[in-house]
């Protein structure tokens, strides 16, 4: 097992969720027989319910984002595996509201087909069910490629904005417009000095030879398109921030939301500087981030390496943003 | 005993025929699960070279499921809040509900749940009792294509089970017009389409599933969730005892 504090790799996970519900008790359950954790104290002007859900090993995701103001459940799977249609059946059952439920999917293909299955079953019990597809990944943007761009990190800035607004007694086929709106504004890209540690074999995932950077990586240790050579942070925050601006199309008094993100084997002293390198180019385009979060939000186990996240926002996304949420990883208000 | 015809496809000289609707769909569930625990090995070997090798395990496991929620060989299907009784026989979606709700909840992976969604469709066809045996099943699976597709975005073309499970559909829809009565016919008739679907399959470059990341290397190899879905349907008449002679 190598690098792992473990019982036995495939107890790791429900052992974690164990944990996480006595950490924080207060807040959420976990539902040890049908496989998601809960929130226990949603606001009572919330009428439709949000799911999300995907593999483990990218902690605080989603769990994390479970709480008042955010989350209703969040159904996780095996490390980097899909959750069964059956989780994401139950916990939708148990959170909907009058107006049913939304899932917050990720653009992969286990997650769109298990999410649908589920969704496919909630339509057969009456319940209303909606869908906003967070693709943000800009490293897979390509008219080649039929998949589309994947869900990273922009998952939890359409977590928190959609939470508020979910607060307000929005309903559901507004709420999918506002997530798919936000989800559209979200680019993301991520790079990596070091490949995660392959919990089956003890061992790197990948190998990079030394001073190699993985330009472009995704959340399950998938190799990059393109290794680069070893450079400085501001060269490789500058190609970095360049894609991301360009993808957006973002002009020159725009504002935006600015998530740094651990990909879980990089130091706090190491995003701050990547913030202020970040800050600084944006600054230097006349695009002004406004809000800032750094820290390990989606993390792929232990990677060496950090993502980015651009939110083009506007009033009501902002507003959004800043209300209070109380869910076990959010740093922003408590209310 | 095993005939040959010009189709191609070797038939059963003396295919099960049903008394009953419920007899229909029960029988249709335990050969389904006879039938897949018969070609688990070749499924195996199948999915070996396209896939990563688990779907004729899934499949024997979610049939195996199924027959716990049936019960005991012999005993007769019933939901378990109804005791069976003779005064009482069991409704004749029953056994296809066990069937969907043991794919959906008890099979991991992702081609063990799409089977589930489509056995729910078509009994909830069943279920709903507005039309001959034969046009519920043709309206099922007309559904289950459907729900498929909505979920897995997958076309005809794309080396999955929506190449054999479509083709079924159309002859189904066919038969359910001609023949609206008979069950056993329709199935037989979407199991030679789905069989022609099959081979198909082994022409096609995957664009969807786990094949698609081979290229063409899976070229030459039917799709195993393909096999599967005519699996299904050839067990509505009999038991399929290897899958050698519908491949080509």
């Known amino acids: ?335 | 005993m095993l005939t040959s015809t010009d189709t191609g496809f070797p038939e059963f000289s003396e295919p099960f025929r049903s008394t009953g609707f419920t007899d229909f769909t029960e029988g249709w569930v335990r050969r389904f699960a006879a039938s897949a625990a018969a070609t688990e090995a070749e499924l195996t070997a199948l999915d070996q070279q396209v896939g990563d090798g688990d779907f004729g395990a899934n499949l024997v496991a979610g049939l195996q499921a199924a027959l716990r929620r049936l019960g005991a060989p012999g005993v007769p299907a019933s939901p378990p809040a109804v005791p069976a009784s003779p005064a009482v026989p069991a409704p004749p979606a029953w056994p296809l509900e066990a069937a969907a709700s043991a794919f959906l909840d008890e099979v991991g992976g992702t081609s063990g749940p799409l089977f589930g969604l489509l056995l729910q469709e078509i009994a909830v066809s069943v279920a709903a009792g507005d039309g001959p045996p034969a046009v519920a099943l043709a309206t099922g699976a007309g559904g289950g294509l459907a729900a498929i597709q909505r979920v897995g975005e997958a076309a005809v073309g794309d080396k999955t089970l929506v190449d054999a499970l479509a083709p079924a559909c159309d002859a189904l829809a066919a038969q359910a017009r001609t023949a609206p009565g008979d069950p056993s016919a329709a199935a037989a008739e979407g199991a030679r389409a789905a069989w022609g679907g099959v081979r198909s399959t082994a022409r096609f470059t995957a664009r969807r599933g786990r094949a698609s990341y081979l290229g063409e290397r899976a070229a030459g190899v039917p799709d195993p969730g393909a096999v599967g879905i005519a699996l299904l349907f050839a067990s509505a008449a009999t038991t399929v005892p290897t899958l050698a002679p519908y491949l080509g």
């Open chain 1, 1 to 335: 097992m190598g690098l792992y504090f473990v019982n036995a790799a495939d107890e790791l996970v429900g052992d974690a969720l164990a944990g996480f519900a006595r950490a924080h008790a207060d807040r959420v359950r976990w539902d040890e027989r049908d496989g998601y954790v809960q929130a226990l104290k949603p606001a009572p002007t919330r009428r439709v319910g949000l799911v999300s859900g995907g593999g483990s090993g990218h902690e605080p995701l989603h769990t994390g984002y479970v709480g008042t103001g955010m989350l209703d459940a969040a159904c996780p799977g095996r490390v980097f595996a899909s959750p069964h249609n059956r989780q994401i059946f139950a916990a939708s059952r148990a959170v909907a509201g009058d107006g049913g439920v939304l899932h917050v999917v990720k653009n992969y293909t286990g997650d769109k087909i298990n999410f649908g299955i589920a969704a496919e079953r909630l339509a057969r019990e009456g319940i209303a069910c909606g869908r906003v597809l967070v693709d943000d990944d800009v490293a897979t943007e390509s008219d080649e490629v039929a998949t589309g761009r994947r869900g990273t990190g922009a998952t939890v800035l359409v977590e928190k904005i959609l939470g508020a607004a979910a607060d307000t007694g929005m309903g559901l086929a507004e709420l999918v417009e506002l997530g798919t709106d936000v989800a559209g504004r979200c680019r993301s890209l991520a790079v990596a000095s070091g490949a995660h540690t392959s919990p089956a074999t003890g061992r790197p995932a990948f190998d990079l030879p030394p001073g190699a950077i993985e330009y472009g990586v995704g959340i399950h240790g998938e190799r990059a398109r393109r290794t680069l050579a070893e450079r400085s942070l501001r060269d490789l925050a500058e190609d970095m921030v360049g894609s991301l601006a360009d993808s957006l199309d973002l002009g020159p008094r725009a504002r935006v939301v600015l998530l740094v993100n651990g990909l879980g084997g990089v130091t706090r002293l190491e995003l701050y500087a990547v913030l202020g390198e970040v800050a600084r180019l944006l600054d230097k385009r006349g695009a002004t981030p406004v809000r800032t979060l750094v820290g390990d939000y989606v993390t792929a186990l232990d990677m060496r390496g950090f993502s980015l996240t651009l939110l083009a926002a506007d009033d009501a996304t902002l507003g959004y943003y800043d209300a209070p949420a109380a869910a076990p990883a959010w740093c922003g208000r408590a209310g």
